[in-house]
């Protein structure tokens, strides 16, 4: 498994993140957390997942979609 890192700025936005939804839910905002940083492991261990969007950036990055499941 190919580790992974954020950067300061991803860190303190994924803890703002965190903080919104916990103002309402803090089951919720660690159920968000968690799936944040198990999409992150995921592409992490294939980089190539998704695809490209040529007709939104001519960056080369690629698109993948993430669902978090919602457990009440």
Same mark, same amino acid.
């Given at each position: 498994?190919s ?11 994924l803890l @703002?993140?965190? @903080? ?14 968690? #799936?944040?940083?198990? #999409? ?5 261990q294939?980089?190539?997942r998704?695809? @490209?969007r040529?007709d ?9 979609? @993430?669902r #978090?499941?919602?457990?009440?």
């Amino acid at each position: 498994m190919s580790p992974y890192r954020l950067t300061p700025k991803a860190r303190a936005d994924l803890l @703002s993140i965190w @903080s919104y939804i916990a103002l309402d839910n803090i089951a919720a905002a660690d159920r968000v957390e968690r #799936a944040i940083h198990d #999409a992150c492991a995921f592409l992490a261990q294939s980089p190539l997942r998704g695809h @490209s969007r040529q007709d939104l950036t001519p960056l080369p990055i690629r698109i993948w979609q @993430s669902r #978090a499941t919602r457990t009440m």
